[in-house]
């Protein structure tokens, strides 16, 4: 199966940064696309970005312009930056990988979550 070990939350102050990593393990065929979301209290899961494996990118327009995603398919990981935070941007972050996990099998997994709290 895979495993999500996502790493780099914390407390910051509005227009600090963070880094959100995230390693993906497991026994899986390959990885797809790989993404973080977020969810903040009272409000549902959102998407904050996506990658495919080519590179493409599609970020949510509350972060477009301060969030970048990134990943290094030979080490499985996905990174998101954040600059610029805003008290907005305080919620949990998960990381999520779509794989191949077998012939005919793909599945979408989720790491625990990471707290990421922006203070004004």
Request: some cysteine; glycine content about 12%; charged content about 15%.
């Amino acid at each position: 199966q895979v495993q999500l070990v996502e790493s780099g939350g914390g407390l910051v102050q509005a227009g600090g940064s963070l880094r959100l990593s995230c390693a993906a393990s497991g026994n899986f065929f390959s990885i797809n696309a790989m993404g973080w979301y977020r969810q903040a209290p009272g409000k549902q899961r959102e998407l904050v970005a996506t990658i495919t494996r080519g590179g493409s990118t599609n970020y949510a327009d509350s972060v477009k312009g301060r969030f970048t995603i990134s990943r290094d398919n030979a080490k499985n990981t996905v990174a998101l930056q954040m600059n610029s935070l805003k008290p907005e941007d305080t919620a949990v972050y998960y990381c999520n990988v779509e794989t191949t996990v077998r012939v005919g099998r793909r599945g979408s997994s989720w790491g625990q979550g990471i707290q990421v709290t922006v203070s004004s």
